[in-house]
């Protein structure tokens, strides 16, 4: 925390203030999330994203289905032999 306090030394006030609010926003209050805000807010840049127009669902066309038996066998144990070790 005396990291990010520590900040105000080498940059304006209001952007650490600011820095420090959006971390703890985002949920990840770490003095390199506060830096990298800080960081950007000081560049000025906006990040270059593209845009992205996802599906509205996405669904499985062969469901996934569990076969212990199949593992069983990889491991060359045979279904009677069947151990939790």
């Not at 209001?14 to 949920?27: C, F, P, R, S, Y």
């Not at 000081?42 to 593209?50: A, F, R």
């Not at 212990?68 to 066998?73: Q, S, T």
Request: aromatic residues 2%; contains cysteine; hydrophobic residues 40%.
């Amino acid at each position: 925390m005396a990291e990010v306090l520590a900040l105000v030394l080498q940059h304006d006030e209001q952007a650490v203030l600011t820095a420090v609010e959006l971390a703890l926003e985002a949920g990840v209050p770490t003095k390199t999330h506060v830096l990298n805000i800080l960081h950007r807010l000081v560049d000025g840049k906006t990040p270059c994203t593209p845009d992205i127009d996802p599906p509205q669902a996405l669904a499985l066309r062969n469901e996934p289905r569990a076969d212990v038996d199949r593992y069983d066998g990889l491991r060359g144990q045979s279904r009677e032999a069947r151990h939790a070790s």
